[in-house]
Antibody, heavy 127, light 113 residues
């Protein structure tokens, strides 16, 4: 089955750090970009961070809201991407989703959309 | 950043009737290759988002043909030809032309009357 599974969500105190994992199966993980999104309680979807596949340089893009605090990495040998979050604040409380970034058929090489999402993992920041 | 705006934010619908959701972008979503990278996502209650439509009007694998996307430039529409109970949820448009960042509309909540 083609799927993404997130893990690592937790209840954590403000100021602490946390690492989330996103493991893919049923497809060649290394061929795709990996992105993280979040959804705060009762709110919409927010893009956070993206890493290109190594064949496209593996470069990273950050949303302004997380630049300097969040980082992303990937281990294609484990079909896993990681989101490292430092200095967590109460406003970071959300469900975090990873998604597979792919180039659409007939689409431009540098344009990624997100065709496969994980089930999400809950991060709660509270003292 | 490209701002995406959806309307309505709440859409009560009758089973078997059509439903339409509008989405506008603050700038044209036509890319230099001539394609328009506008997607629609469905999020059922308690579930993760699922992409329904990409490049304005292309349905993803397994998406029922009652879902269709249309539009161009800055104005886009998702139409459900005959709403079924399983279509209840929140629908988001997302632009992938001018990134980063990828940006979403606020979401439209579809519910059954």
């Amino acid at each position: 089955e083609v799927q993404l599974v997130e893990s690592g969500g937790d209840l954590i105190q403000p100021g602490r750090s946390l690492r989330l994992s996103c493991t893919g199966s049923g497809f060649n993980f290394g061929d795709y970009g990996v992105s993280w999104f979040r959804q705060a309680p009762g709110k919409g979807l927010e893009w956070l961070i993206f890493i290109r596949p190594k064949a496209h340089g593996g470069a990273v893009e950050y949303a302004a809201s997380v630049r300097g605090r969040f980082s992303i990495s990937r281990d294609d040998s484990k079909s896993t991407g990681y989101l490292r979050m430092n200095g967590l604040q109460t406003e970071d409380t959300a469900v975090y989703y990873c998604a597979r970034g792919h180039v659409a058929v007939g689409g431009a090489p540098g344009i990624y959309s997100f065709d496969l999402w994980g089930q999400g993992t809950q991060v709660t920041v509270s003292s | 950043d490209v701002v995406m705006t959806q309307s309505p934010l709440s859409l009560p619908v009758t089973l078997g009737q059509p439903a339409s959701i509008s989405c506008w972008s603050s700038q044209s979503l036509v890319y230099s290759d001539g394609n328009t990278y506008l997607s629609w996502f469905q999020q059922r209650p308690g579930q993760s988002p699922r992409r329904l439509i990409y490049k304005v009007s292309n349905r993803d694998f397994g998406v029922p043909d009652r879902f269709s996307g249309s539009g161009s430039g800055t104005d886009f529409t998702l139409t459900i030809s005959r709403v079924e109970a399983e279509d209840v949820g929140i629908y988001y448009c997302m632009q992938a032309t001018h990134w980063p960042p990828w940006t979403f509309g606020q979401g439209t909540k579809v519910e059954i009357k």
